[in-house]
């Protein structure tokens, strides 16, 4: 049963620190999206990956935010360094150009 | 640039009932696909329902149903025989071709007893 894998589940960290959430795209798939979702802002895009190039960072916040995909399996989000206004689920999608993306059962992140 | 816009913030159905939830969009690319979402309580983002820009017909998925109105942009989702596990709430996006996928703010189902 293919799905996007997302590790860590849950990371609660102090203000200040790095955090490095992980996406596990489903094999064959040539696109990935970071998303953040918040109560007051919704779903937002962070980055958007074709073939592993970044395509759209524009949602991104490039001072302490950034993304990555060292190879096909792996895509990567960094925040450095972490503020309380960071806090938020997190979710990795991916999928083919042109079609119906498949999102990862998220990160929940918590800054204190 | 891509908009998509979910006028209603909560809907309520009675169990069994037909439901529509409204969504539009707002795009100058003539070639473009919607999609629908689901994420109950637990969370997770389930496709539901995709509908292609050039379809001549609605899209279909068991008991859900993409009504498709280009000349208007809308792409509302219709779920038919509502049932408890229905409740969540329901994100409709739009990607245009070799573009990235934007949501709108969603609508929170209430299906009740």
């Known amino acids: 049963d293919a799905r996007v894998t997302q590790t860590p589940r849950h990371k609660v960290t102090e203000m200040g620190q790095e955090v490095t959430m992980r996406c596990q795209p489903i094999l064959g798939h040539n696109t990935v999206f970071w998303y953040r979702q918040t109560m007051m802002q919704g779903l937002e895009l962070l980055a958007y990956f074709r073939n592993r190039a970044p395509l759209d960072d524009s949602g991104m916040p490039k001072d302490r935010f950034s993304a990555e995909m060292p190879d096909a399996t792996l895509a990567t989000l960094k925040i450095q360094p972490s503020e309380p206004r960071d806090s938020a689920v997190y979710f990795c999608?991916?999928?083919?150009?042109?079609?119906?993306?498949?999102f990862g059962q998220g990160t929940r992140l918590t800054v204190v | 640039a891509q908009k998509i816009t979910q006028t209603q913030p909560g809907m309520f159905v009675q169990e069994k009932e037909a439901v529509t939830l409204d969504c539009t969009y707002d795009t100058s690319d003539p070639s473009y696909g919607l999609f629908w979402y689901k994420q109950p309580s637990s969370g997770e983002m389930i496709f539901l329902i995709y509908q292609g820009s050039y379809d001549q017909q609605n899209a279909t998925e068991g008991r859900y149903s993409l009504n498709f109105q280009k000349a208007r942009k809308s792409a509302n989702l219709v779920i038919s025989a509502s049932q408890l596990g229905d409740s969540a709430m329901y994100f409709c996006?739009?990607?245009?071709?070799?573009?990235?996928?934007?949501f709108g703010a969603g609508t929170r189902l209430t299906v009740k007893p």
């Open positions: 996006a739009m990607r245009e071709v070799d573009n990235d996928m934007r």
């Open positions: 999608a991916s999928g083919y150009a042109n079609t119906e993306a498949f």
